[in-house]
């Protein structure tokens, strides 16, 4: 997609006015100011959704196929919840280009702080059959659970 875009909420709520009219329908978020005047269901049920997520009442419509063929053409970008632009803040605020060099040192903190508690301490038990036959060698203390 040439014109990929993330679109937050805060965004989105900024253009709920008829000369600025965003709307969201399943994910994506669509610039309708130029289509509310030629809207078949009329000006004022877009404006009643303008800046918010209207996928109910589209699809409570019922809208035709073609109704939605003409959504594409007024397709501005993909709306992200909260979390999703917090990462992206902080993608594009990080000093370093893509967030897999930091992996590392994550990992080693959780393994440090997890070491202690992580370690499974096994009885050093032999384990037998009925006849006495040993089907495994006793078990050292062992393995940090990831
Ligand atoms: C970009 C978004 C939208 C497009 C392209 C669009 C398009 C259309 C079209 C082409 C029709 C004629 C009937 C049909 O073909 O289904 C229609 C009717 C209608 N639309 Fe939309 N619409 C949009 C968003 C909305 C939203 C968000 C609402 C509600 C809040 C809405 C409410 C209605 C209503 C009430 C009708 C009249 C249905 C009828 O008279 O049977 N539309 N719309």
Redesign the pocket.
């Known amino acids: 997609m040439d014109n990929f875009k993330l679109v937050t909420l805060e965004e989105l709520k900024k253009h709920n006015k008829p000369d600025d009219l965003w709307?969201a329908?399943e994910g994506k978020v669509?610039n309708?100011t130029k289509?509310r005047n030629e809207?078949?269901?009329?000006e004022e049920?877009?404006d009643?959704?303008g800046g918010l997520n209207?996928t109910v009442?589209?699809n409570e419509?019922?809208?035709?196929q073609?109704?939605k063929q003409?959504?594409k053409k007024?397709y501005v970008g993909h709306l992200v919840s909260g979390e999703e632009s917090a990462a992206q803040t902080a993608i594009s605020t990080s000093p370093t280009p893509s967030l897999l060099p930091q992996l590392p040192e994550t990992t080693t903190t959780l393994q440090s702080e997890q070491s202690q508690s992580s370690i499974v301490a096994i009885p050093e038990t032999v384990v037998t059959n009925a006849t006495g036959k040993v089907l495994a060698p006793p078990a050292k203390q062992c393995c940090v659970v990831a």
Do not use: K, R
């Open positions: 709307i329908i669509y309708v289509f809207h078949p269901g009329g049920t877009l009643e959704v209207a009442q589209f419509v019922g809208h035709s073609e109704a003409m959504l007024y």
